[in-house]
Nanobody
Framework: QVQLVESGGGLVQAGGSLRLSCAAS????????MGWYRRAPGKQRELVARISTGGGTYYADSVKGRFTISRDNAKNTVYLQMNSLKPEDTAVYYCTVDRFSQRIVLGTSQYWGQGTQVTVSS
């Protein structure tokens, strides 16, 4: 059974930092692409960042230069380091996994975490 468990969300002031973690189980982690999505109130779900099995990364324009996605295959964990946070980054952040990178991009991957709330105050 595949499980993705996110942690690290919370309340932070604008300009601050948070690091999200997503621990995966039930998969061969190194064989899978990982992604972070977010959903803000009243908005559609948005792909924030993706990391491939080879370590290649993608970022949404809105977070480039501020967020960094990384993975630790030994710990079966993907991270999202978020710096210079803005109120518009407020959302529930979800981790997702798929063997096929395109499914991460399209948001059609099969497995998703439960989400972790990030709130940035102005």
């Amino acid at each position: 059974q595949v499980q993705l468990v996110e942690s690290g969300g919370g309340l932070v002031q604008a300009g601050g930092s948070l690091r999200l973690s997503c621990a995966a189980s039930g998969i061969i982690f190194s064989d899978n692409n990982m992604g972070w999505y977010r959903r803000a109130p009243g908005k559609q779900r948005e792909l924030v960042a993706r990391i491939s099995t080879g370590g290649g990364t993608y970022y949404a324009d809105s977070v480039k230069g501020r967020f960094t996605i990384s993975r630790d295959n030994a710990k079966n964990t993907v991270y999202l380091q978020m710096n210079s946070l803005k109120p518009e980054d407020t959302a529930v952040y979800y981790c997702t996994v798929d063997r096929f990178s395109q499914r991460i991009v399209l948001g059609t991957s099969q497995y998703w975490g439960q989400g972790t709330q990030v709130t940035v105050s102005s």
